[in-house]
């Protein structure tokens, strides 16, 4: 069947105690809300609508690509009120999901699963046994074991507040009885809402089927309300990706201590140590070695490479059998070729360093197209900015520079030329000479040393 999604992001969420609308908060470096978006949009046959109330502009904005139909809910008066406002935009045919922006670890399987069992007189409810089930609408069912009802806690009796079975809001109805179901909504409680959980009693009444099925864990279906518990499902959220990583090969030397916040491909025997961050979309190939504390975000790392720790590597590209660090930053745009070396405390941006070269200490290479088998001395920086614009160095291949030089752009150094020591270049080298460009040493006999005065 069809499905309409509709994900309710309208809640004020004031227990965050943050200007930015709670669904916006992140887990594993994505808000809350696009993650629901994005497991959403896995399912096929579907049409995306999202309700937005307190805050609704910042959520709009945020997720303008999911090209999702934007429904506004301005003084939200339940979940019900919700869907009765997206209900002029349902397809005549096929089901509703209904899905919630503060609970971002529903996962795509377990909506298959409620979607497979979905028809035209079908409606299948998402619910978990919980040991405290304090706070949750209790699923009754009947001496038969069919679905009656779902009691919220506040209108519970006794023996119903025992009941372990509860709602997780997630729920998929047939259209053809939805749209009747939510005009005969009342707000008859004690929260003086529109409950979306009153449509159970009437999918009963009415004879239509009521199916429910489980998720995977607890975390899958937790709601987020304040910091504590944003902060508990990002470690679960970490957890999860941890063991999904040492499963398809990668060796974490503590699995506790790492954090991904995007995606992460790895290859066969990639080892990652302590207290390293990976944000956007990272791929380390095969036999990878990652350092301690380490950062990486959106780059690629080529196969056998290793990454000394304390090393941010940000939008780049690293071939094979490459060596950097320990506390080297490669800025975006660097692109480094097979086995070339970058060493602690090396700085480089928007540079193309060739295959077997070495900047190995205290450098910085910027704005630079440098060829195979350079060897930079320690303290050698380019000068690419003239406090106005950036300017291109080009080094050819097989080039040796000495330590504590300076080169400043624009400027060539051809293939094979030695620049000595302690130099400043301004101009152009040719193959295989040898430039120097420095003060000429004095020395003083008897030279005075100043004292104390």
Known sequence: MTQDIVILAAGKGSRMKSALSKVLHKVGGVAMVRRVLATANTLADSKLHLVVGHQG?????????????????????????????????LQADGATLTLYGDVPLIRASTLEKMTSLSTSNTLVLLTISLDN???YGRIVRSD???????VEQKDASESQLAIKEVNTGILLAPNNHLQGWLAALTNNNAQGEYYLTDIIAMAARDGVDIVTVNPENEAEVAGVNDRVQLAALERELQS??????????????DPSRIDIRGELIT???????????????????????????????????????II???????????????????FARLRPGTQLANKAKIGNFVETKKARIGEGSKVNHLSYIGDTEM???????????????????????QVADNVFIGSNTSLVAPVQVAEGATIAAGSTITKQVGEKQLAFA???????????RPTKK
């Open 57 to 89: 502009e910042q959520v709009e904005a945020n997720c303008q690509d999911f090209s999702a139909n934007i429904v506004w809910q301005n003084d939200p008066q339940g979940t019900g009120d919700a869907l009765r406002r997206v209900a002029p935009f």
């Open 133 to 135: 089930p304090i706070g």
């Open 144 to 150: 038969q074991g069919k679905v009656t009802a779902i």
């Open 240 to 253: 999860q990706q941890a063991i999904s990583l040492m499963q398809n090969g990668a060796t974490l030397l």
């Open 267 to 305: 290859g066969q025997d990639v080892i990652i140590d302590v207290n390293c961050i990976f944000e956007g979309k990272v791929v380390l190939g095969t036999g990878v070695e990652v350092g301690a504390n380490c950062h990486l975000k959106n780059c690629t790392i080529g196969d056998n490479t």
């Open 308 to 326: 000394k720790s304390n090393t941010l590597i940000e939008e780049s590209e690293v071939g094979e059998d490459c060596d950097i660090g320990p």
């Open 371 to 393: 060829g195979a088998n350079v060897n930079v001395g320690a303290g050698t920086i380019t000068c690419n900015y003239d406090g106005v614009n950036k300017h291109l160095t």
């Open 438 to 448: 420095r003060a000429r040493q004095t020395n003083k006999d008897n030279w005075p």
